[in-house]
């Protein structure tokens, strides 16, 4: 018992007090809490601490290099009335629902057929996540330069093929640039959702399908009440993920236009920064972070909320 | 598929792999059009930027810019030119470095972390462990994009602004959520009377997590590994808000600072600089691919 290993930073603390250590350990709380020490410690003071401290920030006017004092809710009250906060709001909320749904749809049907069988399936499936792995801002690289005003591949061949005539301003011109960054999202969204949707697929039994089939239904009717009720529990987590993190994203728009043309692609984390941090009112870009939270609440309390509801509606848990 | 264990053939049913199912039932011109038009036609759309960026870090500059004389989808006299430069001109090693340094110094703190909490929440049973789960979840929710600017000012309190010691502090906030629910799923899969029969020989817990759990549990730390090593490359928010002189610079934060200017014959060693900065990932990936896939599905099934 006295011979432990010391390499935990809880024991070299505590090394000088053998009979204190021996209590201590024999006392399992304790030994839990010395287990949770380096998490607790991590998450308090580089995420609890910092997310009250946002919300103080958003209370007063401090700037960079210079202490801030309490101004109550002045940040909000000039916010209120700052039409580009308004836009940028009904951006993040376009552009989240627009890219979530999309990323939805062609996730749940490039899931369906990888879930099928086929020669070099393993292989197929690993490419596919590919556009997951690479870092979010080198593949919007690749994208800023396939939107080039320029040399844009895409207005290119549209060009060769003869359905446009000049080039697409893509990022300069603001319906395409919104619909230039759904798009390079979506690109990198959608095999995360496909591979966790095939992840459930893959556990429903193959023999429901062959006694529906048998029993004479047709594929959609596979679809609708086998497939769809069973994967339910997994599309509601997955979509709780992808909502939540586009509607926080930054890298993607801070890489392709900074929110750019006439703030048409600002999304409200953007907004933050460039308010915050490259002008320098602390302040004011803690009060557009903190006016995120509201809806990551919303978008939470609804996916746990219906998971419950189902939950209660089965009866038991359907982890 | 020899052995034929019960368990294996459960298995091979439940995921379905090795069966052919009802594919038998379609036709192979049906087959064509509702699977491998689409699937190819998608997996077209997902490769195309990299062939793109492939592409254009070894075109010269003269076929770059011109698209009437060259056909753009290929390349006639591959150079180096773009890599070479990036590579001995700019301070591109420096930054893969710094990224490689913070990745590994924050995954390694993370893990060691995850490791102990996992434990305690799931085989200690301490008061409260269930409610410690849930916080640790939902910290898992919290976003970079609103912890940014009071964490700017946190960094610039304890004096570690501009230096990468920053991040490595910084991004295990990021990944030991995740690592902690991915572990917990593996522990809680070990059986109690292993740990039991070391309480009996006298093991102390912290014998029994190091010489009992933690080696039955390495496709998990392999799995939380991986993935953690992947978000802090990825990371942008932080790096960008945390670091200010360029040469202590992340791969990510330098190619969309460094490198924008307005030349027109950028584009060349600014796809170079996106490939060689993709490639670790891509790499360390095609040798996890299993783990990286449990990673990704396990945390979202808990």
Avoid at chain 1, 136 to 164: E, R
Avoid at chain 2, 114 to 119: E, G, M, Q, R, T
């Amino acid at each position: 018992m006295s011979t432990v290993q010391t390499s935990m930073p809880a024991q070299a603390a505590a090394a000088g007090e053998p009979s204190l250590w021996s209590r201590l350990s024999g006392n399992r709380n304790w030994a839990a809490f010395w287990f949770m020490l380096p998490t607790a410690a991590f998450l308090i003071l580089f995420l609890a601490y910092p997310l009250g401290l946002g919300v103080w920030m958003s209370f007063t006017d401090e700037r960079i290099g210079r202490a801030g004092a309490f101004v109550g809710i002045e940040n909000y009250q000039w916010l209120w009335d700052d039409s580009i906060f308004w836009l940028s709001v009904f951006n993040t909320l376009f552009y989240t629902l627009i890219a979530s749904a999309i990323k939805f749809a062609i996730g749940l049907y490039l899931a369906l057929l990888l879930n099928r069988h086929m020669p070099f399936k393993a292989i197929i499936r690993s490419i596919v996540l590919i556009p997951f792995i690479v870092p979010t801002v080198l593949s919007a690289i690749a994208f800023w330069w396939i939107y080039d005003s320029q040399f844009s591949i895409i207005s290119w061949s549209l060009i060769k093929l003869g359905l446009i005539h000049s080039n697409i301003n893509f990022l300069g011109d603001t319906e395409w640039a919104r619909a230039s960054v759904i798009f390079a999202n979506v690109w990198r969204g959608v095999p995360f959702v496909a591979i966790t949707l095939l992840a459930g697929l893959q556990t429903v039994s193959p023999s429901l399908y062959e006694a529906a089939t048998l029993d004479g239904a047709t594929s959609w009717q596979r679809f609708r009440f086998i497939t769809y009720p069973l994967l339910t529990p997994i599309i509601a987590v997955v979509m709780t993920f992808s909502v939540l993190f586009t509607f926080t994203d930054f890298q993607l728009i801070w890489a392709l236009t900074r929110g750019g043309p006439v703030n048409a692609t600002h999304l409200m984390a953007t907004l933050s920064y460039q308010r915050g941090i490259i002008s320098g009112r602390l302040g004011e870009g803690a009060a557009i972070a903190t006016a995120m939270i509201p809806f990551l609440v919303a978008a939470i309390a609804i996916s746990w909320f219906g998971m419950q509801r189902r939950k209660w509606q089965q009866g038991s848990n359907n982890d | 598929m020899t052995d034929s264990t019960l368990q294996s053939k459960a298995a091979a049913t439940a995921a379905g792999d090795d069966t052919e199912g009802m594919s038998y039932l379609e036709s192979l011109p049906r087959r064509l059009v509702t699977l491998y038009l689409p699937l190819f036609l998608i997996l077209v759309v997902l490769l195309f930027p990299f062939y793109w960026m492939v592409l254009t870090s070894i075109k010269p500059d003269e076929q770059l810019i011109d698209m009437e004389k060259f056909n753009p989808f290929w390349v006639v006299h591959p150079t180096f030119k773009h890599i070479s430069k990036l590579l001995f001109e700019t301070q591109y090693p420096r930054w893969l470095w710094n990224t490689m340094y913070v990745a590994v110094g924050a995954t390694f703190l993370s893990i060691v972390a995850s490791v102990l909490s996992a434990y305690a929440i799931t085989r200690l049973r301490f008061k409260g462990a269930e409610a410690v789960g849930v916080l640790i979840f939902f910290a898992y929710l919290v976003p970079p994009s609103i912890l940014f600017i009071p964490l700017a000012s946190v960094i610039q309190a304890y004096g570690l602004f501009d230096s990468p010691l920053s991040l490595i502090l910084v991004y295990p906030t990021l990944l030991i959520p995740f690592s902690t629910w991915l572990l917990m799923g593996y522990f809680k899969t070990i059986p109690y009377e292993l740990e039991e029969c070391a309480l009996i020989d006298g093991a102390t817990r912290w014998q029994i997590l190091v010489k009992i759990i933690v080696p039955l549990a390495v496709p998990g730390l392999i799995s939380a590994f991986i993935f953690s090593f992947t978000l802090c490359w990825n990371e942008f928010i932080y790096a960008l808000t945390f670091l200010q002189s360029t040469p202590n610079k992340t791969v990510p934060v330098a190619i969309v600072n460094e490198f924008v200017d307005g030349d027109i014959y950028k584009w060349g060693s600014l796809m170079a600089g996106a490939l060689v900065g993709s490639l670790p990932l891509v790499i360390l990936y095609a040798f996890f691919v299993e783990h990286y896939v449990s990673a990704m599905t396990g945390a979202v099934k808990e």
